[in-house]
């Protein structure tokens, strides 16, 4: 009820121990519910890629995964986007299980599953013995970028190259926020557990960047409200965008 979307700091959900932890404090509407919103948002939007950041996958304090140095490519040529053809035209691939890994933090174990192939997204100061390891590995990525991935630019990108016109966001505070300050977000998707976790900076549904001054917060309209007898609660809400007159 306090907005926490993890137990702790520094401690993915995606691990055996919190994930064990989460999954016995909600109620047990909760697995129908988010079956409920994801069948909603399917014939709403038809979503046909999900957006993850890097921290939801390995621990804040992962740095990036070493690899060789030595690769055939040059460094120009790994800065450019990587879509093989047999990942985009893969038989049964219906959507992108996105994440945004800049530093190059996550080796990757599985690929593809089922209707989801892995798309990362990267910038050009990843490293390059990380981009020619993705290569190798016959994983997609795209670069959008210098310092950092420039997520306008990425989602630009997704659309203009990959046909993506609707990316559903289930990351962590940090890349949800960038989005929220990025004017990126159009609707919001909220289930609240009937639960309380507390604690100074355990993250949150909107982290990443704080407001600044004389900016002020991100209306929101209520599109819908669902509760459930156990306490669980599922609100959508669309963003409010001002009209700017024009001539």
């Known amino acids: 009820m306090d907005g926490r979307i993890a137990l702790r700091r520094g401690e993915p959900l995606m691990g055996d121990a919190a994930s064990k932890v989460w999954q016995g404090m909600l109620p047990g509407s909760a697995a129908e519910v988010e079956q409920a919103r994801t069948a909603e948002l399917a014939e709403r939007w038809g979503p046909q890629a999900v957006l993850e950041g890097s921290g939801s996958l390995v621990a804040d304090s992962a740095g990036p995964v070493e690899h060789s140095e030595e690769f055939d490519e040059s460094v120009e040529e790994l800065r450019s ?85 609707c990316v559903v966001s289930t990351a962590g505070g940090g890349l949800n926020g960038a989005l929220l300050r990025a004017d990126l977000v159009d609707e919001i998707q909220l289930v609240i557990s009937p639960a309380l976790i507390g604690g100074l900076g355990t993250p949150t549904a909107f982290d990443g960047p704080e407001l600044p001054a004389g900016q002020v917060p991100t209306r929101v309209r209520l599109l819908s409200t669902h509760t459930e007898t156990d306490g669980l609660i599922w609100l959508g809400y669309e963003v409010v965008r001002e009209e700017t007159g024009g001539a």
């Open 81 to 165: 986007d990587f879509l093989p053809v047999e990942v985009v035209g893969r038989a049964g691939r219906e959507k992108w299980f996105t994440v945004v890994d800049s530093r190059g933090r996550i080796e990757w174990d599985i690929k593809s599953q089922g209707e989801y192939d892995v798309l990362v997204l990267v910038s050009r100061s990843t490293p390059a013995a990380h981009l020619a390891y993705l290569r190798r590995e016959r994983i997609a990525y795209l670069v959008a970028g210098e310092d950092q991935v420039d997520l306008e630019a990425a989602l630009r990108k997704m659309y203009d190259v990959l046909g993506v016109t």
